[in-house]
């Protein structure tokens, strides 16, 4: 499920009005669920990357925190 559309409803939500406390706990859920997504895409992107040079040949992973 992509996270993103309903936290920027949530989003939206804040910009017209206060949101309740339960509105809140759900918006920072789905924040958290983008924020993961978007780092295992990115995660993605670079583990496919290869390095191509007669003098370097590097295996390693990259680390994102």
């Known amino acids: 499920t992509c996270a ?3 936290f920027n409803y949530f989003s939206k939500i804040a910009r017209e009005r206060e949101l309740t ?3 809140k706990e759900e918006r ?3 924040r958290q669920m983008y924020l993961e997504q ?3 895409q ?3 992107h670079l583990d496919n990357i290869k390095i ?4 370097v040949k ?3 992973k990259f ?3």
Do not use: T
């Open 52 to 55: 191509v040079d007669g003098e």
């Open 4 to 6: 993103l559309p309903i």
């Open 63 to 65: 680390k994102i925190i």
């Open 28 to 30: 920072q859920k789905y």
């Open 42 to 44: 990115v995660r993605g």
């Open 21 to 23: 406390e339960a509105e």
């Open 38 to 40: 978007f780092k295992a």
């Open 58 to 60: 590097n295996d390693s």
